[in-house]
């Protein structure tokens, strides 16, 4: 009411912050199939630059437009580059699903190229112009034997395969047909066609249609897939397309459209405001990358924390997916041996830019320097290989949540073995926001970031969110690099970024660990109580031990009044963590410290953000904020589960 004119703004972000969260629900970067040439590449020094070019220039490009082209070099070095996705990913779906390729792709090598199918893009690339091909010899369908389907589903599925293959040519090389079954939901039958960009409409007729007669030999399967030389086509009866609203039938449905013409309009708002950071980004990248590359190479030669790639990718088994630990928002988690035996823990990120490897490195550089018990340490990178490669030391528990939320292992996890982890993981919060050289913000802390060693010590990691504290504060993309439901109200409206954020996520955990249950999976439907709402809630009725998790009374603490009072402070300070106002939250020393001293009075909490989702009344009049918080967390349940 008071600042009227802000809030078209913080409707604007709040929307912007939605949509992205709801295209984060799935980019498909399944790969399909990886098939690379069987010729080598001609000129190893040529040929390597100019692919990790193409590459990136495609990247660059793919986002906006949806498909890009790029051809470097000449003669028998040429590099000719192809990427496409699929038309019902969102411009940052796309871009996603192109990073994965593009970590992919480079198996190929030593090999002159390659093509990539992934379930929501492709990559291409050879030594010569193959943009108008839509036919070859590795064309061929591929099909999911999961369950046979009776004669309706195959005949809702012949229709749209046939009407998605007939209406692409002539709407840009891309469709999507539903042919509903009403009644039996899993009779209905969902198709996506698409050509390449390069393709004209009579070759993308043709290579719709050999697609579509190879497809159709899935028959009576539930699921299949044409990887043809111009074209993608995959059916299902399961409904994998990106978007709401169905297509498919009631042409007629004025709501239909204007969600639809709403929709694009949303999108395009939102490609153009992606635009705008990633060119403002790369703007500031090149005004920091720029100097000093001749002393980066000098400096990673020296460095012990410089890692060969080649080295990085035998430890890896060339990143064999046996290896893979886990994935997290910016790359893949792999383990590792080194040649000395040493185990590790190699994250390959999915952004990669050569430009920014002094940046990048810097960065490493003074990360390493952290070294505290409660920190993964980071032993270093490959910054100017073909990818980007952080090697951390290797941890044998995994991390937090595969014991807190797993019912049998939720049991190994007793009282004392949960408060040792919550001291650990507020010093090391301490250790980094108290950094003398660059105070830190972790951005992202929950119970998937806090690992355990082998006597179950909590270790914070994943610090590739972390920057120091002076660099660029608000730019949109900030938003998405958080974890909803771990991510403080101002943070996540406003990207406005202090401790206090962290201070709010650590609060998060700290009733995570106390309840055994996760912040937003817990929600499932849509009116229900977030865990932090709940935790307030029963605290404000003196019922909070209602909260405590079954395993934690599967030890019968419920006897012992000390236990219970000390799980109870827990509680009373994740409380005072998670407040809405982030000025009332205690910095992270202070919240150590009423953690550990017993006989200091805590304040009474007041209220989180989110305060009611069911009555949408706001109880705290001043603050436009908690309006909007609520909102976004009642918008977010249900991409949340
Ligand atoms: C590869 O290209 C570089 C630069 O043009 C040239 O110096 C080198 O001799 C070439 N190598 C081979 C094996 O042709
Ligand atoms: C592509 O590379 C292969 C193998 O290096 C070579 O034989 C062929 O001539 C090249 N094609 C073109 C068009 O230069
Ligand atoms: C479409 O492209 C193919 C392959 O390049 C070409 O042979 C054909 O003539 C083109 N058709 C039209 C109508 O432009
Ligand atoms: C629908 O799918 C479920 C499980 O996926 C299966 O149990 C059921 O039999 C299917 N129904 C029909 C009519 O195919
Ligand atoms: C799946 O089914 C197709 C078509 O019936 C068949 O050609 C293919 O060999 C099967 N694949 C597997 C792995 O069973």
């Not at 209406?167 to 469709?175: E, I, L, M, N, V």
């Not at 290989?385 to 807190?404: A, I, R």
């Not at 073995?417 to 929950?446: M, W």
């Not at 943070?491 to 650590?506: I, M, N, P, R």
Request: proline content about 4%.
């Amino acid at each position: 009411m008071k600042k009227s004119g802000t809030s078209p703004f913080l409707l604007f972000i709040l929307f912007l912050s939605l949509l992205i969260e709801t295209s984060l629900a799935d980019p498909r970067s399944d790969t399909v199939e990886l098939r690379c040439e069987t010729q080598l590449e001609h000129n190893t020094s040529i040929f390597v630059v100019n692919f990790f070019d193409m590459m990136e220039i495609i990247g660059n490009k793919i986002s906006h437009s949806g498909s890009a082209v790029a051809i470097l070099g000449s003669g028998p070095d040429a590099n000719y580059g192809l990427g496409q996705c699929y038309g019902d990913l969102s411009p940052f779906d796309c871009a996603l699903c192109y990073a994965e390729a593009r970590t992919i792709f480079p198996k190929c090598y030593p090999y002159k190229g390659g093509s990539i199918y992934l379930d929501g893009c492709f990559l291409r690339a050879d030594n010569y112009s193959f943009f108008q091909e839509f036919t070859g010899p590795g064309d061929k369908a591929v099909c999911t034997n999961a369950t046979q389907k009776g004669p309706k589903f195959l005949l809702s599925a012949r229709q749209a395969v046939l009407n998605a293959a007939a209406a692409a040519p002539s709407q840009g090389g891309y469709s999507r047909s539903v042919v509903p079954v009403t009644g039996s939901r899993n009779e209905s039958a969902y198709v996506l066609a698409n050509c390449w960009s390069t393709l004209n409409a009579t070759s993308c007729r043709a290579c719709l249609g050999n697609a579509a007669a190879s497809m159709i030999r899935c028959f009576p399967w539930s699921e299949g897939r044409a990887l043809n030389t111009g074209c993608f086509m995959r059916y299902s009866d399961t409904n994998f397309l990106n978007a709401e609203q169905n297509t498919g039938h009631s042409t007629g449905n004025i709501i239909l459209i204007v969600v639809a013409i709403l929709s694009s309009v949303a999108v395009l708002i939102m490609g153009v405001a992606i635009g705008v950071c990633m060119w403002k980004r790369r703007r500031i990248q090149k005004k920091r990358g720029a100097n000093n590359v001749v002393e980066l190479e000098k400096t990673l030669h020296d460095s012990s924390l410089s890692f060969k790639y080649s080295t990085l990718e035998r430890a890896t088994g060339s990143f064999d997916d046996a290896n893979k630990l886990g994935q997290g928002g910016f790359g893949t988690v792999y383990k590792g041996v080194l040649p000395d035996g040493r185990e590790i823990a190699v994250k390959r990120l999915f952004f990669h830019n050569r430009h920014r490897a002094a940046d990048f490195f810097n960065e490493i550089n003074m990360i390493s320097t952290l070294e505290h018990k409660n920190l993964v340490r980071l032993l270093g990178c490959s910054c100017s290989g073909p990818e980007s490669l952080l090697v951390y030391e290797f941890l044998f528990n995994k991390s937090l949540d595969c014991f807190l939320f797993d019912p049998s292992r939720g049991k190994a996890l007793i009282w004392e073995k949960r408060f040792e982890i919550i001291k650990g993981t507020a010093e090391g919060l301490v250790y980094l926001h108290e950094n003398p050289n660059s105070r830190i913000i972790h951005r992202d802390i929950k119970a998937s970031n806090i690992l355990l060693d082998s006597k179950l010590q909590a270790k914070i990691a994943d610090f590739g969110l972390a920057r120091s504290f002076q660099e660029d504060k608000s730019h949109i993309s900030t938003s998405i690099a958080g974890t909803l439901g771990y991510m403080a109200p101002e943070y996540l409206a406003h990207g406005q970024l202090t401790e206090k954020a962290d201070v709010y996520s650590f609060g998060v955990v700290l009733l995570e660990i106390v309840s055994g249950k996760q912040n937003n999976a817990s929600e499932t439907a849509e009116y229900s109580d977030s865990l932090v709402t709940a935790a307030w809630k029963n605290f404000q009725l003196g019922t909070a031990e209602k909260l405590f998790d079954s395993n934690l009374m599967f030890h019968n603490y419920n006897n012992n009044d000390e236990i219970k009072k000390e799980i109870l402070r827990v509680v009373h300070v994740g409380l005072l963590c998670t407040q809405e106002v982030h000025s009332l939250r205690p910095s992270m020393p202070k919240a150590l410290q009423m953690l550990l001293e017993w006989d200091e009075q805590l304040p009474a909490p007041t209220n989180p953000p989110f305060m009611d989702v069911r009555t949408m009344k706001l109880n705290d009049s001043g603050r436009d904020q908690g309006d909007l918080g609520r909102d976004i967390q009642k918008k977010s349940m249900p991409i949340a589960t």
